[in-house]
Each structure stands twice: as C-alpha cells, then as structure tokens.
C-alpha cells in the first residue's frame, strides 16, 4: 500500500504574479503535544516560536509551527511523509505524538496577491501588514476550520501553508481556486 493524497489527481494551479497553489500532503509533518512538549523539542535541537500561533525555521528545511503553549507541529517539506502511523504511547512522560500527517492535508499558497485570495474566503486580514511572516491563524476558510501559517518556503519565498481536514481537502482546494479565478484569466 501507498501514501495517497486527498487531492490525488489534481494538479497545482498557478498564475500571474508568481500565484500558486500545491498540494503538499505528501511531505512530512509531525508533532508532538504535552506540558514538557516545548522543552522536549528545544533538547532535540529545534528553534521554537517564542509564544503560540507563530511559525519559525529550525534546521536546514523545516519549520516548527506552534498552535499552543503545548502543541508543535514539525514541518518538513523536504523530506516524504511516512506510511506508518505515529506510536501511540508517550514519546516521554507527558509528551505525546500527533497525527497530523494522518489528519491534515496541507495546501500552500503563493504569489503578490494570496492574501486578497484569501480575503475572498476568510474574514481575518492576511495582508503581510497585518499578518507577517511569522504568524499563525486558527480560523475558518470558506466555512471549515483551518490552520494558516505565514512563512518562507525553501526558495525563500513568502507562502501561506494552509492545513485542513483530509475529508475536506478537495472542497477547500476548489474553493481557493475559485477564489484565484480573476487572477487566472
């Protein structure tokens, strides 16, 4: 059996002014969520964001995204995403692993004009001003429940990771893409 993706069959979608949208959720991302989970990650070598809702680089081609005092996502982009399912027991005492790989798939979007892409579809203001590299947003897109982080991909270049509910993956995907549509013309 293979890794599959909840957009499998769909191609990344670009446009003027380096718009793009890509299906990422066969890239590697896991984490972990506990009272010590912050300085379990810091004794491994990570960078860590210094409060929630913020996003960092750590290591040569990751990020660590963090939703709370308690909860890191770890971000890979570079490496593929397993088929195994994370332990179930404690990676340490109060330190347990996330399925986030298994639960989220991840979108990205990039190019000038994301942010009023997504102003179409969400009522918080992502426009770099308000919401800079950096930031995480726990908030609802076209009426589901996303997570947004605002970073730098491996060429440097600003992007929104978006992570939703593999069963709602597809539905998100049409709707950032109708979303880009007077962009695409």
């Given at each position: 059996m293979s890794l599959r993706s909840p957009l499998e069959g769909i191609a990344a979608i670009g446009g003027?002014?380096?718009?793009?949208?890509?299906?990422?959720?066969?890239?590697?991302?896991?984490?972990?969520?506990?009272a010590g989970a912050r300085e379990w990650l810091l004794s491994h070598g990570h960078s860590l964001p210094d409060a929630p809702n913020q996003i960092v680089a750590s290591g040569e081609s990751g990020a660590v995204m963090s939703l709370s005092h308690r909860e890191f996502w770890l971000l890979q982009p570079d490496k593929q995403a397993s088929f195994g399912r994370p332990p179930s027991e404690a990676v340490e005492a109060g330190i347990w692993p996330l399925y986030c790989q298994h639960s989220h798939a991840w979108l990205q979007l990039a190019g000038e004009p994301r942010a009023k892409v997504m102003a179409k579809l969400c009522g918080v203001d992502f426009s770099e001003a308000v919401f800079p590299l950096g930031s995480v947003a726990q908030t609802q897109a076209a009426r589901v429940s996303v997570i947004i982080a605002a970073h730098q991909n491996h060429d440097s270049e600003p992007v929104f990771s978006i992570f939703v509910d593999q069963s709602l993956a597809r539905y998100l995907w049409e709707a950032i893409e109708d979303a880009m549509g007077e962009w695409l013309e």
């Open positions: 003027p002014a380096g718009l793009r949208l890509i299906d990422l959720s066969l890239v590697c991302r896991e984490g972990v969520r506990g």
